[in-house]
């Protein structure tokens, strides 16, 4: 299979529009080259050390290693999706509930791609089980992060209807219904607009990646389309479970509604 590969110099050459972008904050006052600037540092550092770890991974093909990446990448993930809202949970509870709700929903999914679309293949094998990983959780992350701010704020800012339900009799399942709802759309908008416009208005750099790589654009289609069904339906079931979480924290066993669980940044 024959691909360009790439050095330096261009990487360089591709650096150089932040620096535009950076430039033009500047210009602008927009506030933003400082970031980004550490945004693209950051991401350089993450993917060389990435790479050199996934080629000593692919290199020793222990379960293991595999394991242990896989909840490294969850427990970095966590982080970054409380990082992203403006109302959380005291102490430890929202880092608890996005990680277990991207654990679950994300380790899922993978085991279910690597021991049935990938069944010639160890289902620990890195090649396939870390980059599907990957990119199912990334966006399970986003759905989760969004999900959760959408629910913490809506029920801070309509706290006084949600007690109301509650004095006239209603259930915490039955006054939170309505907030529940709107924060899983929420969620999953992001997911069902890339699926909407993938092919048609955007080509995903998976299959773009394959593409320049020398794989058939046939294939690398099937290929995307795999990893969409995969990423909507990681996305779902992490959607649902923060949901789920995340409301029987916000109520206690008498149907009381608890804001003093949660804190503003």
């Known amino acids: 299979m024959n691909y360009i590969v790439l050095d330096y110099w261009d990487l360089a050459l591709a650096a150089s529009l932040l620096l535009v972008n950076a430039s033009l904050s500047i210009i602008f006052q927009l506030g933003l080259a400082r970031r980004l600037v550490i945004a693209a540092a950051r991401m350089v550092v993450q993917l060389t050390m990435v790479g050199l770890v996934l080629k000593a991974l692919f290199a020793i093909q222990s379960p293991w290693l595999t394991v242990l990446a896989a909840l490294i990448m969850v427990m970095f993930a966590g982080r970054e999706a409380v990082a992203r809202q403006d109302r959380s949970f005291t102490g430890y509870w929202s880092y608890g509930i996005g990680t277990t709700s991207m654990c679950v929903a994300a380790l899922i999914v993978t085991l279910f791609a690597v021991t049935t679309q990938f069944e010639a293949r160890s289902w620990f094998d890195p090649r396939y089980a870390i980059p599907l990983l990957g990119m199912i959780l990334g966006n399970t992350m ?122 503003t940044k």
């Not at 029920?155 to 949600?162: F, K, L, M, Q, T």
């Not at 309505?178 to 924060?183: D, K, L, N, P």
Request: with cysteine; charged share 15%.
């Open 142 to 263: 986003n759905g989760v992060s969004l999900c959760l701010d959408r629910l913490l704020s809506a029920v801070h800012g309509g706290r006084v209807a949600i007690e109301a339900r509650l004095a006239l009799g209603a259930d915490a399942s039955t006054a939170l219904s309505s907030i529940r709802r709107e924060a899983m759309r929420t969620g999953m908008v992001p997911t069902v607009n890339a699926m909407s416009a993938t092919g048609l208005v955007s080509l995903p750099g998976m299959m773009t990646g394959q593409i320049l790589a020398g794989v058939e654009p046939v294939e690398a289609v099937k290929y995307q389309i795999l990893v969409m069904f995969l990423i909507g339906g990681g996305t779902a079931l992490g959607v649902f479970a923060a949901v789920f979480f995340a409301s029987q924290r916000l109520t206690d066993a008498r149907h009381r509604l608890r804001l003093d669980r949660l804190t």
